[in-house]
């Protein structure tokens, strides 16, 4: 069965670190470009960030460069996402999704869906 | 950044019913939109992507339409499953961007 799974939410206060991790299974995950989203109550569906196939593209959402960082290891069939400096507005549920399509034919289209973890960033 | 906006953000509809959604980018986006149906406390499953190519195991009563800012999403035939939350997302250039959202309720 293809997957996806995410891990490493929590609770965090204002100015902290998390790591996600997302472990994909099923599927030939290095063949796939793979997108942090994450979601809220009051701003819906937001992007975070995406990665290459091989790790060597990497974007993020304008107001997250600099505090997020997007890895993946293809030998563990992992995503990861490095959360620094922590605020309020960052709470919410971060989805790992696959692209619909393979290699260097990303659409940004997201076909597989982990099923989120939950981040709250509270004091 | 590219603008999405839906509209309506919500609706009332029956079985049987067909409902339409639209989409409006802030920019030419080509064909680069994608629609997605969320069920509460579920992920975003993919429906259409490319504007009009229906995903594999999507039913076709869901149909896609548009190029350039306007685009739709249309389902026919409405089936009880179908009462979600649907959200458009351009991937012409990140940061990809989606809509707001529009609920399909039941009438």
């Known amino acids: 069965e293809v997957q996806l799974l995410e891990s490493g939410g929590g609770l965090v206060k204002p100015g902290g670190s998390l790591r996600l991790s997302c472990a994909a299974s099923?599927?030939?995950?290095?063949?796939?470009?793979m997108n942090w989203v994450r979601q809220t109550p009051g701003k819906g569906l937001e992007w975070v960030s995406s990665?290459?196939?091989?790790?060597?593209?990497?974007h993020y959402a304008d107001s997250l460069r600099g505090r997020f960082s997007v890895s993946r290891d293809n030998a563990k069939n992992s995503l990861f996402l490095q959360m620094n400096d922590l605020r309020a507005d960052d709470t919410a549920v971060y989805f790992c999704?696959?692209?619909?399509?393979?290699?260097?034919?990303?659409?940004?289209?997201?076909?597989?869906w982990g099923q989120g973890t939950v981040v709250t960033v509270s004091s | 950044d590219i603008q999405m906006t839906q509209s309506p953000s919500s609706l009332s509809a029956s079985v049987g019913d067909s409902v339409t959604i639209t989409c409006r980018a802030s920019?030419?986006?080509?064909?680069?939109l994608t629609w997605y149906q969320q069920r509460p406390g579920k992920a975003p499953k993919l429906l259409i992507y490319?504007?009009?190519t229906l995903q594999s195991g999507v039913p076709s009563r869901f149909r896609g339409g548009g190029a350039g800012t306007d685009f739709t999403l249309t389902v026919t035939n409405l089936q009880s499953e179908d009462f979600a939350t649907y959200y458009c997302?351009?991937?012409?250039?990140?940061?990809?961007?989606f809509g707001q959202g529009t609920k399909v309720e039941v009438k």
């Open positions: 999704a696959r692209d619909v399509n393979t290699w260097n034919d990303a659409l940004g289209a997201f076909d597989i």
């Open positions: 099923g599927f030939t995950f290095r063949s796939y470009s």
């Open positions: 990665i290459s196939t091989s790790g060597s593209y990497k």
């Open positions: 920019q030419s986006i080509n064909t680069h």
């Open positions: 490319l504007a009009s």
């Open positions: 997302q351009q991937s012409f250039d990140t940061p990809y961007t």
